[in-house]
């Protein structure tokens, strides 16, 4: 967790198409793990191309599922 994590997963996430529909984060304390609770529209984007999107600015995806 530092300034701008958030943002560059976002971006990352919007370079996919992906659209934010609802979002929750929290950490307990700065500079450690920051979790980010995403709601999505994920359009054409499927789970491996977000999950790499992710790791290319050291986010990860723990789990995924479209309903």
Same mark, same amino acid.
């Given at each position: 967790d +530092? =300034? @701008?994590?958030?943002?560059a997963a976002a971006?990352? &996430?919007? *370079? &996919? @198409?992906? *659209?934010?529909?609802?979002?929750?984060?929290h950490?307990? +304390?700065r500079g450690e793990t920051?979790?980010?609770v995403i709601d999505c529209n =994920? @359009?054409?984007?499927?789970? =491996?191309?977000?999950?790499?999107a992710l790791s +290319?600015?050291?986010a990860k995806a723990?789990?995924?599922e479209w309903v």
């Amino acid at each position: 967790d +530092k =300034p @701008g994590s958030l943002a560059a997963a976002a971006t990352a &996430l919007a *370079d &996919l @198409g992906v *659209d934010l529909v609802n979002t929750h984060s929290h950490s307990s +304390k700065r500079g450690e793990t920051a979790v980010w609770v995403i709601d999505c529209n =994920p @359009g054409n984007a499927t789970i =491996p191309q977000i999950r790499h999107a992710l790791s +290319k600015v050291y986010a990860k995806a723990l789990s995924a599922e479209w309903v």
